[in-house]
Structure formats: structure tokens, C-alpha cells
């Protein structure tokens, strides 16, 4: 086989977890496609620590303390490249770990199989079912001999499997964070219910992390998807897009590049405000529906785009979802009789309407850049490290510094993360003088900006 293919669901089907596989010292806690892989994976570790300073310069300094030793962190994340380089900095930082995927499409079969075989106790594989994804994460949770002290999430799956059948163990954990929208929205609500019963670190909203991965990431990111999944071309073309908060800011700015005519819907007048100053069109998704060849949610929301609006979609107009979960579009409400699917090629499924109308639906309304294309690895390097040092500052902090709530990371932490990036492009940070901090009131070596700052 070529080696591009090889992430591919090969032609074995037996199921990860009918197979007695070990890694080459003799372990066989883990379970993945297939171990054999794990050399090609290992490549792309490498390949992704070029793209990931920080999080090797992070390393490098753990030479000496491990501020991780003792930590066990059970975590449940995209199992990809670059978070294996993040698994294998916590584990450089003293930590031990065991993972499962957050995401039944995002794993990278080769890369679980590096970990695997460097004796990660990973729990994953592309194109697991409903049943496989919480067996998987209770692989990791439920262990003879070993107690998870620090929960690292993304999406609160994790979260919520603890709690649901293992509430007793929050009593040895120190910490959890979080990194998506919709995890984060959960902790919030466990928090107003007073049922949050350690304190959790929310980097999904720390500057780093809004205006880096989900602005510029998902401008550099929503055009390949689109390419590699439909080939279309983008010139002259018409799009809604769902939402103008960060994620559809870059998605709004990447397409306008390209030459198309992007309509924007928002219910906060804020961000409509500024799609309007940025020369989008805002309008209802009513008015434009009959007329745009590309939808694209962004909202973070559920039941944006109705049965109702994709009735009145015009032929072939293409479907997809850039926010986290996959409600944002009502794709239930396609899988009726009436309606014929027909799956294109991997992650593009045409819907047929009983008039011959089709419409392009990608991902099954799931990620589009995560299922469709790959991110790029640089802002993945500014995630993970601000989720490493989230972790680092929750495990290691005097009791009683946080309670039983949602914290922000520390403004001095993210300014921390964007210093560590800044040696790539050679460029070169302006000191102030003595004179000039007393007169901003700051201390020189930051906080710059006070915590509401945005």
C-alpha cells in the first residue's frame, strides 16, 4: 500500500478489542488498530516536535524538577501528532498517564500505536462506535492498582463518565481542565448546581487559546477541508456562516480571501456589529437559505440549521460544522425513509431528496477540520502547552488557593505560552524602562494587561 493510506481503516475488521496485541517490552495495556504501525507513527511525533517550541522548551527546563512527578493524569483528548507530543511532555515532566479519544474520527491509528508501543496506556482508534468510545474511557479510569489525581478533557466526556460511575474518585483529584467550548459549558453548569466537587481550569476561553486556535486556525483550516473533501472552488461562490465569534471570524476571513460572497448570522449584536465592520452581509439564515451554495456552523449551538432550512437548501449546496459538537446541524432529521443516502467517499455523504435535489453534507455534521483535513501543528503547540501549564500550576498548588469552581488560567501564564512561540520568528520583545512601567503602573516582566482584558 502506498504510505499515504496507511490511516485508512486497513482490510482487517476485527475490532481493536478482540486483538491480543503487545508492544515490543511486553505490555499489552493499550488498545489500538494495530501496533505494528507504531515506527510510521513515531515519524510523525518527530515531525510534530519540530512544530511545538514551547512545549520542548518546557522540556527541556523539567530536566531538573519534574513538576509533574507524582501526578497521574488520566486524559481524554484528539489523539493525534501533536498531542502525543503533549502526552509525552507530561510524561518528560513526571507524570503518568493514560488516554482515550474524545473523538471517534480524529485518532491517527499510526500515532496510537507510537504511543503505545513507548508504554502509553492509550485507549483509541479511527472509526470507533458509540459503544467502543466509553469503553475506551473506562479502560482508562477503571485500573487495578491505579488512581487518576488530575483529569486533562476536552469536550467533558471524561468528566462526565467519572462522575456518573466512579464519583469516589474525586476524592484523590486535584484538578481537571478543560479545553473545548462545550466541556467547559458543562463545568459551568456542574458548578451553578454546586456539584463540582474540585476546582477546574477553563483554557478554552485563556487569550491564548480563542484567539489562536480557534481564530487563526480555522482560517488556515476550514478552505482545506472544503478542498480536499469537495474540490470546489471558492471564487463567486456564496456562504452563510453561522456565528462570528472567533471560529467564524477566521472562517469568514479565509473564504472573503478567496473571492466568495460570505452572509453572516449571529443573535449577539456585538459580533454582528463587528461582521458588519468587517463587510459581511448579516442576515437571517431565511432569508439567504434558497440561494447559497455553502453553509458552515459555527455557533456552538444546537439546531442551527433545521430539517426545514436543508428542505429549502438549493441542489448540491454543501453542509458543514466548524464548531465542537455535531448538534449545530440537525442531521437526525435527515435519516428518513424519504430520503436517500449516498456515502461519496470517506466523510462525504450526498442526501437526496424524492425531486432528485441533493445536498453535500461533510462529516456527518461532525468537525469538519478535525474529520475532513488536519490543523496546523503550531497552534496546536500553543493548546497543549497552555493545557500543560494548567495542569502544572492546578497539581501543584497550596490547598485552598482554588476551590470548588471554574477558574481562567492567569493572565501571566498566557503571556508565558506566547513568549515561549516567539523565538520561532526570530522576534524580539521591547523591554520597558524603569521609567515607563512605573508610569503604566505594571510590574516589567508582566502581568501587561489586567485579567478582563480581552
Same mark, same amino acid.
Given at each position: 500500500?502506498?504510505?499515504?493510506?496507511?490511516?485508512?481503516?486497513?482490510?482487517? =475488521?476485527?475490532?481493536p478489542?478482540?486483538?491480543?496485541?503487545?508492544?515490543?517490552?511486553?505490555?499489552?495495556?493499550?488498545?489500538?488498530? *494495530?501496533?505494528?504501525?507504531?515506527?510510521?507513527?513515531r515519524?510523525e511525533? =518527530?515531525?510534530?516536535?519540530?512544530?511545538?517550541?514551547?512545549?520542548?522548551?518546557?522540556?527541556?527546563?523539567?530536566?531538573?524538577?519534574?513538576?509533574?512527578?507524582?501526578?497521574?493524569?488520566?486524559?481524554?483528548?484528539?489523539i493525534?501528532?501533536?498531542?502525543?507530543v503533549?502526552?509525552e511532555?507530561?510524561?518528560?515532566? /513526571?507524570?503518568?498517564?493514560?488516554?482515550?479519544?474524545?473523538?471517534?474520527?480524529?485518532?491517527? *491509528?499510526?500515532?496510537?500505536?507510537?504511543?503505545?508501543?513507548?508504554?502509553?496506556?492509550?485507549f483509541?482508534? +479511527?472509526? =470507533?462506535?458509540?459503544?467502543?468510545?466509553?469503553?475506551?474511557?473506562?479502560?482508562?479510569?477503571?485500573?487495578? /492498582?491505579?488512581?487518576?489525581?488530575?483529569?486533562?478533557?476536552?469536550? /467533558?466526556?471524561?468528566?462526565h463518565?467519572?462522575?456518573?460511575?466512579?464519583?469516589?474518585?474525586?476524592?484523590?483529584?486535584?484538578g481537571?481542565? #478543560? #479545553?473545548? %467550548?462545550?466541556?467547559?459549558?458543562?463545568?459551568?453548569?456542574?458548578?451553578k448546581?454546586?456539584?463540582?466537587?474540585?476546582?477546574?481550569?477553563?483554557?478554552?476561553?485563556?487569550?491564548? +487559546?480563542?484567539?489562536?486556535?480557534?481564530?487563526?486556525?480555522?482560517?488556515?483550516?476550514?478552505?482545506? /477541508?472544503?478542498?480536499?473533501?469537495?474540490?470546489?472552488?471558492?471564487?463567486?461562490?456564496?456562504? %452563510?456562516?453561522?456565528?462570528?465569534?472567533?471560529?467564524?471570524?477566521?472562517?469568514?476571513?479565509?473564504?472573503?480571501?478567496?473571492?466568495?460572497?460570505?452572509?453572516?448570522?449571529?443573535?449577539?449584536?456585538?459580533?454582528?456589529?463587528?461582521?458588519?465592520?468587517?463587510?459581511?452581509?448579516?442576515?437571517?439564515?431565511? #432569508?439567504?437559505?434558497?440561494?447559497?451554495?455553502?453553509?458552515?456552523?459555527?455557533?456552538?449551538?444546537?439546531?442551527?440549521?433545521?430539517?426545514?432550512h436543508?428542505?429549502?437548501?438549493?441542489?448540491?449546496?454543501? %453542509?458543514?460544522?466548524?464548531?465542537?459538537?455535531?448538534?449545530?446541524?440537525?442531521?437526525?432529521?435527515?435519516?428518513?425513509? #424519504?430520503?436517500?443516502?449516498?456515502?461519496?467517499?470517506?466523510?462525504?455523504?450526498?442526501?437526496i431528496?424524492?425531486?432528485?435535489?441533493?445536498?453535500?453534507?461533510?462529516?456527518?455534521?461532525?468537525?469538519?477540520?478535525?474529520?475532513?483535513?488536519t490543523?496546523?501543528?503550531?497552534?496546536?503547540?500553543?493548546t497543549?502547552?497552555?493545557?500543560?501549564l494548567?495542569?502544572?500550576?492546578?497539581?501543584?498548588?497550596?490547598?485552598?488557593?482554588?476551590?470548588?469552581?471554574?477558574?481562567?488560567?492567569?493572565?501571566?501564564?498566557?503571556?508565558?505560552?506566547?513568549?515561549?512561540?516567539?523565538?520561532?520568528?526570530?522576534?524580539?520583545?521591547?523591554?520597558?524602562?524603569?521609567?515607563?512601567?512605573?508610569?503604566?503602573?505594571?510590574?516589567? *516582566?508582566?502581568?501587561?494587561?489586567?485579567?478582563?482584558?480581552?
Amino acid at each position: 500500500a502506498a504510505a499515504a493510506s496507511y490511516t485508512d481503516s486497513s482490510d482487517d =475488521e476485527t475490532s481493536p478489542r478482540d486483538k491480543q496485541q503487545k508492544n515490543s517490552k511486553g505490555s499489552s495495556d493499550f488498545c489500538v488498530k *494495530n501496533i505494528k504501525q507504531a515506527e510510521f507513527g513515531r515519524r510523525e511525533i =518527530e515531525i510534530a516536535e519540530q512544530e511545538m517550541p514551547a512545549l520542548m522548551a518546557l522540556r527541556k527546563r523539567a530536566q531538573g524538577e519534574k513538576p509533574l512527578a507524582g501526578a497521574k493524569i488520566v486524559g481524554c483528548t484528539h489523539i493525534t501528532a501533536q498531542t502525543a507530543v503533549l502526552m509525552e511532555t507530561l510524561g518528560a515532566l /513526571g507524570a503518568q498517564c493514560r488516554w482515550a479519544a474524545c473523538n471517534i474520527y480524529s485518532t491517527l *491509528n499510526e500515532v496510537a500505536a507510537a504511543l503505545a508501543e513507548s508504554g502509553f496506556p492509550v485507549f483509541a482508534w +479511527k472509526g =470507533e462506535s458509540e459503544d467502543d468510545f466509553w469503553w475506551c474511557i473506562d479502560r482508562c479510569v477503571n485500573v487495578e /492498582g491505579w488512581q487518576p489525581n488530575m483529569i486533562l478533557d476536552d469536550g /467533558g466526556d471524561l468528566t462526565h463518565w467519572i462522575y456518573k460511575k466512579y464519583p469516589n474518585m474525586f476524592k484523590k483529584i486535584k484538578g481537571i481542565v #478543560e #479545553e473545548s %467550548v462545550t466541556g467547559v459549558h458543562r463545568l459551568y453548569q456542574l458548578s451553578k448546581a454546586g456539584k463540582l466537587c474540585v476546582p477546574a481550569m477553563n483554557v478554552n476561553d485563556s487569550v491564548t +487559546k480563542q484567539k489562536f486556535d480557534n481564530l487563526y486556525c480555522c482560517r488556515e483550516s476550514i478552505l482545506d /477541508g472544503l478542498k480536499r473533501t469537495t474540490d470546489m472552488m471558492f471564487g463567486g461562490k456564496q456562504v %452563510v456562516v453561522c456565528g462570528y465569534g472567533e471560529v467564524g471570524k477566521g472562517c469568514c476571513a479565509a473564504l472573503k480571501a478567496m473571492g466568495s460572497i460570505v452572509y453572516v448570522t449571529e443573535i449577539d449584536p456585538i459580533c454582528a456589529l463587528q461582521a458588519c465592520m468587517d463587510g459581511f452581509r448579516l442576515v437571517k439564515l431565511n #432569508e439567504v437559505i434558497r440561494q447559497v451554495d455553502i453553509v458552515i456552523t459555527c455557533t456552538g449551538n444546537k439546531n442551527v440549521v433545521t430539517r426545514e432550512h436543508l428542505d429549502r437548501m438549493k441542489n448540491s449546496c454543501i %453542509v458543514c460544522n466548524m464548531g465542537h459538537s455535531n448538534t449545530e446541524i440537525d442531521v437526525a432529521s435527515l435519516r428518513t425513509p #424519504e430520503l436517500t443516502w449516498e456515502r461519496v467517499r470517506s466523510q462525504v455523504d450526498h442526501v437526496i431528496w424524492p425531486d432528485g435535489k441533493r445536498i453535500v453534507l461533510l462529516a456527518e455534521g461532525r468537525l469538519l477540520n478535525l474529520s475532513c483535513s488536519t490543523v496546523p501543528t503550531f497552534v496546536l503547540s500553543i493548546t497543549a502547552t497552555t493545557q500543560a501549564l494548567a495542569l502544572i500550576e492546578l497539581y501543584n498548588a497550596p490547598e485552598g488557593r482554588y476551590k470548588q469552581d471554574v477558574y481562567l488560567l492567569p493572565k501571566k501564564m498566557d503571556e508565558y505560552v506566547a513568549s515561549l512561540h516567539l523565538p520561532t520568528f526570530d522576534a524580539h520583545l521591547t523591554e520597558l524602562t524603569d521609567e515607563q512601567a512605573k508610569y503604566l503602573g505594571l510590574n516589567k *516582566n508582566g502581568p501587561f494587561k489586567p485579567n478582563y482584558y480581552r
